[in-house]
C-alpha cells in the first residue's frame, strides 16, 4: 500500500509552561521545514482503496495427450500465475496453500475447498489447456469462490497455433481479462510491450520484450550507438535518436514495415523523441539553432517549431499523457539540471524540483503524477545516490521509490499506472545496466533482463 | 604520397635550373657576339665560361655526392662553402641538408657563374606541411597545436585555460587556412545520457562560439555531441572524470 503516513511522537510529562511550549514550538517548526521536503502521503493507483483481492490461481488440467501439452501447459500456469502476482491488485495464494485439484471445468471444481482454509480465496482462477492438431485450446474461468449460487464471473475460450509464445500470450490475455473485471476496469498490461537499449561492446541497438521480460528480441541493426527509444501509441512506429556522421539524430522504425522510414534531419543534436497522445505529434530536444531547445514536429518530421527559448540544455520532453496539453522536460538553464513542466506551446513554465540533479521524466497515465530520476545531493563527495522519484503535480510532494540499489534512471510508467520500469546497476556503469520493474510504491522490485540493458520505454496499451 | 610529389617537384626545379643555366649562358655568349664594346677596340681578353654538375644530384643524408665542374678564361674560381678551386676539378662532398653549389669563375673578360642543386632527402622529417595544395597537415602536428579545452563540472564556460588553448588554437587556423575542424563535445559518464548530449553540444558550440570570436570562419568548424556515449577514460574518478569533460577537435577530412 502507498500511504507513508507521519507520525510525531513527542510524548510530554507535566512540565512547566516554558519547556511544554518549546517543544510545540519546535514542532511547528520542524513540520514547517518537512513540508519543503516532506515524504507526504498520496496515492497512486496501486492503492485503490479496498484491500487486495485473494485470489487463487489452479494449475490448469491438461485435457490431451499430445506430448506438446505438459510443457505448454507449464508455461502457461507459470505465466498466468505471475502476471496475477505481478498486477500490483492481487494477494495471490501461494501454490503450496491450495488444493492439489486441478478442475479443467465448472462442473469439476469445489469451491468450498478453495475458500477454506489455507488458501482462503475470494476468487479462483481454473480451467483445461490441450494442445490438439497443431493449436492450443485453453477454457479459462474465473469464479467467485463466495458466490455459491452464481460463481462465475468469468469464462473465456482460446484457440491458437501451437508455440511456445502462443501460450504465454494466452495466459498473458486471459491474464488481461482477469484484472479488468476485478481492477476497477483499469486494461491490465500482461500484453504490453518493453522497448529498450541493448548495449553490446560499442554498439548500442533498440530491443524490445514483453512486459515480463520474456521474448526479448533486437528491433534495430544499425551498427552504430541508438538510444531513446519511445513508442508511438498505436505501437506502429518507433521513434528514437542514433549516432551518424553529422551526431545524433531522430530516427524512425516502422513496425508495422519492419524497417527504417524516413525522418527528416536537422542540425545540430537531435535527441530524446517524446510521442503526444494522439500519436500526430513529436517533441524532442534540437540544437539546429546551436542551443538544445524543445521542439516540435508532426509525425514525419515537418512544421517543426521551436517550444523552449532559453540558454543552457533543455531536453527528455515528454507529454501529459492525459491532455496532450503540457510537457514535463529537463532544463539545465538554472544549473544543474531540474524537471519543469510547461504548455505545448511554451506557456506557463512551472519548476518542479528544488534542486539537486533530476533528469528523464516519465508522465503517469492519469496526468497527475512525475515519475523522475533525482540526485538531491549531488556534489563532490557529498552523500545519496540517484534514485528513481515520483512527485504529485498539483502539490510538488514526492516520495522515493528506490533505495541503495546503486544508480537509477529512466523511470517509464506502464500503461495501467500501477507499474514503472527502470534501468540500474549496481556499480554505475552503464554496461552493467539492467532493467527492473516495481510496482508504483516501489515494492516488488524485480530484475527483467541481465546486464546490458537500459533506457526502457513502456507501450501504451 | 606528398613527400614523393615535393621530391618530382624539386627534380623538376633542378632539371629546369640546369636548363635555365645552360640557356643564360647561351644568351651571354650571344650579347657577346653585338657586344658594343666588342666593336671598339679588340678585346684583350675572352670573357670566361663556367659550368658545374653533380652526380648524382639527390641523396640521402650521409651519402656523398661527386661535384664536377669546367671553366674557361677564369682567373680565379671559388665555390661558395668550399672556397678557391682549381679552374677544373672534381671533388666529392657529403652534405646533410640540401645544398645549391654556387660556383663563380672571374676572368679579365668578366665573371661567369653556374649552379647545381644538390637535394639530400631527410627520412620522414615532421616537416611543416605545405597547404598551397589543401594539405590539411598530420593528425600530429594539428593536435601540437590545437589542443582540446576543458570543461567543469555541469559547466559548458570556457575556463581561462581554454581560452589559452582557443587562442593558439586560432592563430594556428589562421596561418592553416586549409584545415577544417570538426569539434567533438564530451562528458563524463554521471548522469543522464539525453541531458549529457544536450550538454555535450553547448560544450562543442563554447568552443567553436570562441574560435569564432578568435577569427576563425564558422563555415570551417562542425559541431558534434557525443555525451557520455564515447567515454574517453572509463575510470571512477575526478581526473579520469575531468578527461572525459572536453571539447575535442579533430581535423574534418
Avoid at chain 1, 15 to 35: E, I, K
Avoid at chain 2, 71 to 82: F, L, P, R
Amino acid at each position: 500500500m502507498f500511504s507513508p503516513v507521519r507520525t510525531p511522537t513527542h510524548s510530554r510529562a507535566r512540565l512547566p509552561f516554558w519547556m511544554t511550549a518549546m517543544p510545540v514550538l519546535l514542532c511547528l517548526l520542524l513540520s514547517g521545514v518537512s513540508t519543503l521536503h516532506a515524504q507526504d502521503w498520496f496515492k497512486t493507483s496501486t492503492s485503490s482503496g479496498a484491500s487486495s483481492i485473494r485470489i487463487a490461481v489452479a494449475d490448469f488440467k491438461p485435457l490431451s495427450s499430445d506430448p506438446q501439452t505438459v510443457p505448454f501447459k507449464q508455461t502457461f500456469d507459470k505465466t498466468l500465475y505471475n502476471d496475477l502476482a505481478n498486477a500490483g491488485i492481487f494477494d495471490v495464494v501461494s501454490k503450496s496453500l491450495q488444493p492439489q485439484a486441478t478442475p479443467g471445468a465448472p462442473a469439476e471444481i469445489s469451491l468450498a475447498q478453495w475458500a477454506a482454509a489455507p488458501s482462503s480465496a475470494a476468487m479462483v482462477a481454473f480451467g483445461g489447456f490441450s494442445v490438439q492438431g497443431g493449436r492450443i485450446i485453453c477454457n479459462g474461468y474465473l469464479f467467485d469462490a463466495k458466490n455459491a449460487q452464481y460463481p462465475q464471473v468469468l469464462a473465456k475460450q482460446y484457440n491458437e497455433a501451437a508455440s511456445e509464445d502462443s501460450a504465454r500470450q494466452v495466459a498473458h490475455r486471459f491474464a488481461d481479462e482477469i484484472i479488468f473485471r476485478l481492477g476497477g476496469g483499469t486494461p491490465g498490461i500482461a500484453e504490453t510491450k518493453i522497448y529498450y537499449v541493448k548495449i553490446a561492446g560499442g554498439t548500442k541497438e533498440i530491443w524490445a520484450m514483453d512486459y515480463d521480460g520474456a521474448n526479448q528480441h533486437p528491433v534495430t541493426h544499425l551498427g552504430t550507438i541508438s538510444i531513446s527509444p519511445r513508442i508511438s501509441p498505436d505501437n506502429s512506429r518507433l521513434a528514437f535518436s542514433s549516432l551518424g556522421k553529422h551526431g545524433f539524430q531522430i530516427r524512425m522504425y516502422s513496425l508495422l514495415l519492419n524497417r527504417m522510414v524516413s525522418f527528416p534531419e536537422a542540425g545540430g543534436t537531435n535527441l530524446s523523441p517524446a510521442w503526444s497522445p494522439d500519436g500526430n505529434n513529436v517533441a524532442y530536444s534540437s540544437s539546429r539553432t546551436g542551443d538544445p531547445e524543445i521542439w516540435i514536429s508532426d509525425a514525419n518530421g515537418s512544421l517543426a517549431r521551436r517550444i523552449t527559448s532559453f540558454r543552457g540544455p533543455d531536453v527528455s520532453p515528454v507529454y501529459n499523457p492525459k491532455t496532450g496539453a503540457q510537457i514535463a522536460w529537463v532544463s539545465g538553464r538554472t544549473g544543474l539540471p531540474q524537471i519543469y513542466i510547461m504548455g505545448t506551446d511554451g506557456s506557463g513554465v512551472q519548476r518542479m524540483t528544488d534542486g539537486g540533479y533530476a533528469s528523464s521524466p516519465s508522465w503517469s497515465p492519469n496526468g497527475q503524477f512525475l515519475a523522475f530520476a533525482w540526485n538531491r545531493k549531488y556534489g563532490p563527495g557529498a552523500p545519496g545516490g540517484q534514485d528513481i522519484y515520483v512527485m504529485e503535480i498539483a502539490t510538488k510532494r514526492w516520495i522515493q521509490l528506490t533505495h541503495d540499489q546503486g544508480p537509477c534512471d529512466f523511470p517509464s510508467w506502464s500503461p495501467d499506472g500501477r507499474h514503472i520500469v527502470y534501468a540500474s546497476s549496481a556499480n554505475g556503469r552503464t554496461a552493467q545496466n539492467k532493467i527492473w520493474t516495481m510496482l508504483a510504491d516501489g515494492t516488488q522490485k524485480h530484475e527483467l533482463t541481465g546486464v546490458g540493458a537500459d533506457m526502457p520505454n513502456w507501450s501504451w496499451k | 604520397m606528398n613527400v614523393t610529389r615535393t621530391k618530382i617537384n624539386r627534380a623538376i626545379v633542378v632539371a629546369a635550373t640546369i636548363i635555365a643555366m645552360g640557356a643564360v649562358s647561351g644568351c651571354h655568349k650571344k650579347h657577346s657576339g653585338i657586344n658594343p664594346n666588342s666593336l671598339g677596340p679588340a678585346e684583350t681578353a675572352a670573357a670566361p665560361t663556367a659550368t658545374i654538375t653533380a652526380d648524382p644530384t639527390a641523396i640521402d643524408v650521409g651519402q656523398s655526392v661527386v661535384l664536377n665542374w669546367r671553366t674557361e678564361n677564369a682567373t680565379t674560381v671559388t665555390i661558395d662553402g668550399i672556397g678557391p678551386v682549381n679552374a677544373n676539378g672534381t671533388q666529392t662532398v657529403s652534405p646533410s641538408t640540401s645544398t645549391n653549389f654556387h660556383l663563380t669563375a672571374k676572368g679579365d673578360g668578366g665573371t661567369a657563374e653556374a649552379n647545381v642543386r644538390v637535394t639530400v632527402r631527410v627520412p620522414e622529417a615532421p616537416t611543416v606541411p605545405s597547404n598551397e595544395n589543401g594539405d590539411m597537415g598530420s593528425d600530429e602536428v594539428f593536435h601540437q597545436n590545437v589542443k582540446d579545452v576543458f570543461f567543469d563540472y555541469d559547466s559548458y564556460d570556457l575556463r581561462p585555460d581554454a581560452q589559452t588553448s582557443i587562442s593558439q588554437a586560432a592563430s594556428y587556423l589562421a596561418a592553416h587556412p586549409a584545415i577544417k575542424v570538426v569539434i567533438g563535445g564530451y562528458c563524463d559518464d554521471r548522469g543522464s545520457a539525453e541531458y549529457n548530449l544536450a550538454l555535450g553540444e553547448n560544450r562543442a558550440n563554447s568552443a567553436r562560439t570562441a574560435l569564432v570570436n578568435a577569427g576563425v570562419a564558422a563555415s570551417r568548424l562542425r559541431v558534434i555531441s557525443y555525451g557520455k556515449e564515447k567515454q574517453f577514460c572509463t575510470e571512477e574518478n575526478e581526473s579520469c572524470w575531468q578527461q572525459n569533460r572536453r571539447a575535442q577537435f579533430s581535423l574534418d577530412r
